[in-house]
């Protein structure tokens, strides 16, 4: 079992920046693709970004281009998701997957793909 919690989020101006942390607990010697998602309230869950296990690989959705980095850190902090320039689009609550894999170089963008969430972190960017 691998517990996930992010933190990070907050309240930002449009064209601000935030940082968000994903930390990781339990079982966290086998490989993981990491992913960040994000959910609007009633909307499902879209793909923010991922990493593949060996850290190679990466991939964002295409409003997310240019202005968010998806980074490896360490076993206790994997993933780290660098967002910049936000915009009032960019508001919802964010949420760090893990995906339990063998395949170093193996990213997923669908939320049935994973097997490990967080409980997510808000970020609201005002206009």
């Known amino acids: 079992q691998v517990q996930l919690s992010e933190s990070g989020g907050g309240l930002v101006q449009e064209g601000g920046s935030l940082r968000l942390t994903c930390a990781a607990s339990?079982?966290?010697?086998?490989?993981?693709?990491m992913g960040w998602f994000r959910q609007r309230p009633g909307k499902a869950l879209e793909f923010v970004a991922v990493?593949?296990?060996?850290?190679?690989?990466?991939y964002y959705r295409d409003s997310a281009k240019g202005r968010f980095t998806i980074s490896v850190c360490n076993a206790e902090a994997p993933v780290i998701l660098q967002m910049n320039s936000l915009k009032p689009d960019d508001t919802p609550v964010y949420y760090c997957?893990?995906?339990?894999?063998?395949?170093?170089?193996?990213?997923?963008?669908?939320?049935?793909?994973?097997?490990?969430w967080g409980q997510g972190t808000q970020v609201t960017v005002s206009s």
């Open positions: 997957a893990a995906k339990s894999t063998y395949a170093t170089a193996a990213i997923f963008t669908a939320p049935d793909d994973y097997d490990y």
């Open positions: 339990g079982r966290t010697e086998r490989g993981f693709a």
């Open positions: 990493v593949s296990w060996s850290g190679t690989i990466r």
